[in-house]
């Protein structure tokens, strides 16, 4: 029973540490080479795990084929664009300007339901709102919405940056800070500014509207 919980928690350990090594690439949306690799993994691990016949230095050795083969095929990719293309496929328009383009649909196997549903978890209502709908090689889906359909920016309604106050996901905060952070708002900056903006605006309306009712009234003004 302890050999086989060693064998095990080694195997687990030795997956782990192989992971690690290949980086954050390995743990994002898989690509078909990855998917393969990660595959060849649990299978190896599982096998050594719970064959006992099976050597323990075998799975050593298959897990470390497996790690040079990613490492080897990642930088094959990263210097040959040709070569990434054909190991991991190329990305595939599905809609262009609002339209869907059914013969990359027949030829990626994608029905207009799948379609559909990428598009609502995307939060997209209209399709004539989408300039671009690309699946992705790694069969992900992206969205690129118009120009026009674009959301208001805090850059378009004059918005401040968020002040110190806020609790921005971009910073590594401790668990202590994060917790601190529970409760306090950074749009105090923000409201000032969005309403200093709209008085100028109104400012600006009516000192138009009081040159348009001058020019008017004026005798010299033509009728």
Not at 30 to 35: E, H, R, V
Not at 39 to 66: F, H, N, W
Not at 80 to 92: A, E, H
Not at 103 to 124: I, S
């Given at each position: 029973?302890?050999?086989?919980?060693?064998?095990?928690?080694?195997?687990?350990?030795?997956?782990?540490?192989?992971?690690?090594?290949?980086?954050?690439?390995?743990?994002?949306?898989?690509?078909?080479?990855?998917?393969?690799?990660?595959?060849?993994?649990?299978?190896?691990?599982?096998?050594?795990?719970?064959?006992?016949?099976?050597?323990?230095?075998?799975?050593?050795?298959?897990?470390?084929?497996?790690?040079?083969?990613?490492?080897?095929?990642?930088?094959?990719?990263?210097?040959?664009?040709?070569?990434?293309?054909?190991?991991?496929?190329?990305?595939?328009?599905?809609?262009?300007?609002?339209?869907?383009?059914?013969?990359?649909?027949?030829?990626?196997?994608?029905?207009?339901?799948?379609?559909?549903?990428?598009?609502?978890?995307?939060?997209?209502?209209?399709?004539?709102?989408?300039?671009?709908?690309?699946?992705?090689?790694?069969g992900g889906f992206s969205v690129i919405i118009k120009e026009e359909e674009e959301a208001v920016s805090r850059k378009d309604l004059g918005i401040k940056k968020a002040g110190s106050s806020?609790?921005?996901?971009?910073?590594?905060?401790?668990?202590?800070?994060?917790?601190?952070?529970?409760?306090?708002?950074?749009?105090?900056?923000?409201?000032?500014?969005?309403?200093?903006?709209?008085?100028?605006?109104?400012?600006?309306?009516?000192?138009?509207?009081?040159?348009?009712?001058?020019?008017?009234?004026?005798?010299?003004?033509?009728?």
């Amino acid at each position: 029973m302890l050999e086989f919980t060693l064998r095990v928690a080694g195997m687990y350990f030795l997956a782990l540490i192989m992971i690690r090594l290949l980086g954050k690439r390995a743990l994002g949306e898989l690509g078909p080479f990855d998917f393969v690799v990660m595959t060849g993994v649990g299978d190896t691990v599982i096998s050594v795990a719970l064959d006992r016949s099976m050597p323990y230095y075998e799975g050593i050795v298959v897990l470390a084929t497996l790690a040079v083969l990613e490492y080897f095929i990642g930088y094959l990719g990263l210097k040959s664009g040709r070569i990434s293309n054909l190991i991991s496929g190329i990305p595939v328009i599905l809609i262009d300007n609002g339209k869907i383009i059914k013969e990359n649909l027949a030829r990626e196997k994608f029905n207009v339901d799948d379609l559909m549903q990428e598009l609502r978890k995307k939060g997209v209502r209209n399709i004539h709102d989408v300039e671009k709908g690309i699946l992705e090689s790694c069969g992900g889906f992206s969205v690129i919405i118009k120009e026009e359909e674009e959301a208001v920016s805090r850059k378009d309604l004059g918005i401040k940056k968020a002040g110190s106050s806020s609790l921005l996901t971009i910073e590594q905060l401790s668990r202590a800070e994060i917790f601190a952070h529970q409760g306090d708002s950074g749009d105090e900056e923000a409201i000032p500014s969005l309403m200093d903006r709209i008085k100028n605006m109104e400012d600006q309306l009516n000192h138009i509207t009081g040159l348009i009712e001058h020019q008017k009234s004026s005798p010299n003004s033509p009728t």
